[in-house]
């Protein structure tokens, strides 16, 4: 499979002099296109902070990453916000949404900044996406007028409005209920097979074991790679995959 | 005080005064009019002056004419006191010669008139010695100025009637106290209310700024401020700390503003002093001061304390969740997103974030429509004033060319000769005759008051009247404002004057603002040709203004008999140095209000790209540049801008004119209208504001480009 993105020994650091720590020491990974890939590790092992730096969002001290062959670092500001909202897509743990817009324009907000002679067009194919995760009904309502597990589908119907090569979640089950957290997974994982490549941080065994490739951060170090597989409902026993995915991680020191 | 030309009992006043239980204080003190030819120096003469110029003595027993430092003037021979605003506008300096008709003088300095120092009293006397007087009487014509002092002002009304009563001398204007205070007010008073208006519109932006920089700090502390009441502490205790910090910055403010009061004391109070001498109790003034600074220190005190209640609304909660106040957002809801095609995404943004947060955009708007209000108001009175029509204001018609004939004989015939020439004058467009007579009323309890008509044709330059118009039909009158105070008439009413000798019955059909010959006039169109002729007016306008000044020439060499004044000119020398600085004032207070707008505005967003950070790392995320989120806060600041200037705008042409016409009504004029300059006010003004609060957007969201979305992406 085609590289989509690539690292190659990029290093990021917080602080300065006796305070300053290594977040991300030397990491060298490609991520394929149409791979499902899960980020874990421990609390300040430099998840997010790969995510972010994968992802343009934040810069390296040193190396390099390329996004479908070019080198983010040489893009400009500008640039790199044309490539999030054209060929990115993003999921967070909160749902990151304006509060000042009701759920159907939070839904359309990037793709309407290039898009503005298109708002009966894009409003449609939003509404398509509202009825495939399940929140159809809810445009015109105000954000605080839904609940979490609807938010975080509004955040991943805004992602997939710019038809994203790749969709990256910081933690998107991270504060919900086990309920709502199965159904976005069920989403993200319908997603995936439809080709979209997906990146994920999480803590949770349970999301990570839905994944096809599992990669452990250890003090700005990936430490270890486990490659389940992609995960079918229809074959494979979740249990046991959570079951191997805990034994693998037993084995990760930290 | 009552001029008067002509013979003079001192006698029969004497007696009056003694007898007249109101008079604290009597006496005649005389007035030599010069021509202005005849007062010559070395930059020239007083020909050009449209004042009545003229030599006087010192007061025996009160109206003194006082040097600077309050002292009452002893004139030694030879020298020359002279009129405060003659050395100001630097006609005169102190050891300058003059020469009076050929006898020489040295201006020993300038002197205070209580009388005439107002350059809208037409007289200005100069003071010499008694000796010299008496030496240059023959050289001109002697007028009396006879002065009352009363021991109740309020019985002024009741004093005019029984002088009156007693057929003692009144060829000329009388004079009282209201008068004084109008002439006074017309000139020093509408700078003072201006200045006043600005200070206390300031002062309101001054508590909205204390107001946005606690919000703003507020906003910064929020998470430390729900910690700290989580972990238990009262909202008083919380608030103690922030009082006793802004509590240090006041009193360090108050100090440095008394002290810098001192500093510039002397620069600000140096025209007061001038003209209205130093205070008595300048110790008091000094504890005045103290106690106004304590006040302005209470004052900051009790409202940052008001604004410091917002503590009660943070829920600790909410505040340590998330950071920042989670206001509701509210309105707009039809404003939607996919229905724009005009604007664009990021004007959309910029305009539903100013309805939805309405509340925190109301000070910024405030403080825009206060800015507006501030450049516009003090513009159109200084327009307004400028403008030659405002001479209708106070009691003069709008001509170019004015012709007095007074104190003189055959008024009437001298008057026709002038109408005639006028008349046969292809420059003369038109013209117009008023004489003025006295004329007795018959009041309302019987007893009986003498005023003043003037007649003729008062459509040809007409006043503007406060209330209702010119008079045009026989049994019509309109009468100024203090005589239709006096005598308690309005609109309508009819009063009784005796004509001929016959009660004749005069509706009243106008009330005018006037500051001529005393402020006590009437005019009316009927016919009359038994009173005695005061004094005539003859108006004349110019089909080319350009030739006013060859004109003026021309009428005076012709009839030398009468006094011929350039309109112009008149405004321009009485009301000249008051249109100057207001002049001043209006721009002084276009770069005080352009300050504020772009301090306030930068202030805004700043507190604003604070609040925000969540949201703009948000829009980074999903592709929104940095040009994109100026371009968002450009729009709020365009949109709030719109409504400030827009609303400034109708606040200035309507609360404005409102506040201005009640200052000067207060003065003695009641009607009141703005001239607006439309580029001025609806361009130049509008566009002065959006440059600087444009520029103060962009440069107080600078940092809206600097904020990292991996730092500030999560709530």
């Known amino acids: 499979m085609k590289a989509l993105i690539t690292s190659e020994n990029i290093t990021k650091s917080f602080g300065l002099g006796a305070e300053k720590r290594n977040v991300l020491d030397g990491i060298s990974v490609d991520i394929h296109q149409g791979e499902f890939v899960a980020v874990m590790g421990p609390s300040g092992s430099g998840k997010s902070t790969l995510l972010y730096a994968l992802s343009g969002m934040d810069s390296v001290d040193s190396g390099k990453v390329s996004f479908d062959g070019a080198d983010l670092s040489a893009l400009k500001e500008n640039e790199l916000a044309d490539l999030r909202r054209t060929q990115m897509g993003f999921v967070f743990q909160q749902p990151t949404l304006l509060r000042n817009l009701n759920i159907l324009d939070n839904i359309l907000l990037p793709s309407m900044r290039d898009g503005r002679n298109n708002g009966a067009r894009l409003a449609e194919k939003a509404e398509m996406l509202m009825e495939k995760t399940g929140i159809a009904g809810l445009e015109m309502r105000d954000i605080t007028q839904a609940s979490g597990g609807q938010l975080q589908r509004v955040g991943i119907c805004r992602a997939l409005m710019g038809d994203p090569k790749i969709i990256f979640g910081d933690e998107p089950t991270g504060a919900l209920n086990s309920t709502s957290a199965n159904e976005i997974m069920r989403i993200l994982a319908e997603i995936h097979r439809e080709g979209v490549t997906i990146l994920l941080v999480t803590h949770d065994v349970k999301v990570a074991a839905k994944t096809g490739r599992v990669l452990f951060i250890l003090d700005g170090k990936i430490a270890g790679e486990y490659l389940p597989g992609v995960y079918d409902e229809t074959r494979d026993n979740l249990k046991a995959r959570e079951e191997s995915l805990t034994n693998w991680l037993t084995t990760m020191k930290f | ?715």
């Open chain 2, 1 to 715: 005080m009552q001029m008067h030309s002509g013979e003079l009992e001192i006698a029969r006043l004497s007696a009056f005064a003694e007898q007249n239980e109101d008079v604290a204080d009597f006496q005649v003190v005389e007035f030599l009019n010069i021509d202005g030819a005849q007062m010559s120096f070395a930059g020239g003469s007083l020909a050009d002056s449209i004042q009545d110029n003229g030599l006087a003595v010192q007061g025996e027993k009160f109206d003194y004419l006082l040097d600077l430092d309050g002292n009452v003037i002893t004139v030694s021979d030879g020298e020359i006191y002279v009129p405060i605003a003659y050395i100001q506008d630097g006609t005169f300096k102190v050891g300058d010669g003059i020469a009076i008709v050929g006898k020489a003088f040295t201006i020993a300095g300038p002197f205070r008139d209580s009388q005439m120092q107002p350059l809208l009293s037409s007289s200005k006397r100069f003071l010499v010695s008694a000796n010299d007087f008496a030496a240059l009487k023959q050289s001109g014509s002697v007028e009396y100025l006879i002065e009352f002092r009363l021991k109740d002002l309020s019985m002024l009304g009741a004093f005019e009637t029984d002088y009156v009563s007693a057929g003692l001398p009144a060829n000329g204007p009388t004079i009282t106290y209201p008068l004084f205070r109008m002439l006074n007010a017309f000139s020093d008073g509408m700078l003072a209310a201006l200045i006043l208006l600005v200070s206390v519109l300031v002062t309101g932006i001054a508590f909205l700024c204390i107001r946005f920089t606690l919000l703003a700090k507020i906003e910064e502390d929020y998470r430390e401020i729900g910690v700290m009441k989580a972990i238990g502490l009262r909202v008083s205790d919380i608030k103690k700390i922030y009082l006793t910090k802004y509590a240090a910055i006041a009193a360090a403010g108050s100090l440095l503003g008394y002290a810098l009061s001192f500093a510039f004391r002397g620069m600000l109070l140096e025209n007061i002093r001038l003209y209205m001498g130093e205070s008595e109790n300048s110790s008091i003034a000094m504890l005045l001061g103290v106690v106004s600074v304590l006040l302005v220190f209470l004052a900051i005190m009790a409202y940052v304390n008001g604004v410091l209640k917002h503590f009660q609304k943070i829920s600790p909660a909410e505040a340590i969740r998330f950071g920042v106040s989670q206001e509701k957002s509210a309105g707009a809801r039809h404003f939607r997103l996919d229905r724009i095609r005009l604007i664009g995404t990021n004007v959309f943004l910029g305009i539903k974030d100013v309805l939805a947060r309405t509340k925190l955009y109301a000070t910024m708007l405030a403080v825009l429509v206060i800015s507006a209000f501030i450049i516009i108001v003090p513009q159109n009175l200084h327009n307004t004033i400028s403008s030659k029509d405002f001479i209708t204001y106070l009691g003069i018609g709008d001509s170019d060319i004015r012709i007095d004939i007074q104190q003189t004989d055959h008024i009437a015939e001298k008057a026709a000769e002038i109408a005639a020439a006028m008349s046969n004058d292809g420059d003369i467009s038109k013209y117009a005759v008023l004489t003025t007579k006295m004329f007795r009323v018959r009041m309302d309890d019987g007893t009986e008051e003498r005023i003043k008509v003037e007649l003729g044709d008062h459509l040809v330059f007409p006043l503007t009247y406060s209330e209702g118009r010119a008079p045009s039909a026989e049994n019509e009158i309109a009468l100024s404002v203090t005589n239709a105070n006096e005598m308690g008439k309005k609109v309508g009413d009819v009063i009784s004057v005796i004509i001929a000798g016959q009660a004749q019955n005069l509706t009243v059909c106008g009330i005018y603002s006037d500051i001529t010959n005393g402020g006590k006039t009437a005019k009316a169109v009927f016919s009359d040709d038994s009173a005695d002729i005061m004094w005539s007016v003859v108006s004349g306008e110019l089909a080319e203004p350009s030739l006013t000044d060859a004109k003026i020439m021309e009428y005076t060499d012709r009839f030398e008999y009468a006094k011929v004044s350039d309109i112009d000119e008149y405004i321009v020398q009485t009301f000249g140095s008051t249109i100057d600085s207001v002049g001043k004032a209006s721009y002084a207070a276009i770069a005080v209000a352009l300050t504020t707008a772009a301090l306030v505005t930068l202030l805004f967003m700043r507190m604003l790209v604070a609040r925000d950070r969540y949201s703009i790392a948000v829009m980074k995320a999903f592709g929104f540049t940095n040009s994109d989120i100026s371009t968002q806060y450009i729009a709020r600041s365009i949109f709030v801008l719109m409504i400030g200037v827009v609303l400034g705008t109708l606040l200035a042409n309507t609360l404005g004119k409102a506040l201005a016409g009640a200052a000067i009504a207060s003065f003695g004029a009641s009607a009141f209208e703005f001239t607006v300059n439309p580029w001025f006010a609806y361009l130049l003004a509008p566009l002065m504001m959006a440059c600087v609060v444009l520029a103060a957007t962009y440069f107080g969201t600078l940092d809206a480009g600097q904020i990292k979305i991996s730092e500030n992406i999560k709530e």
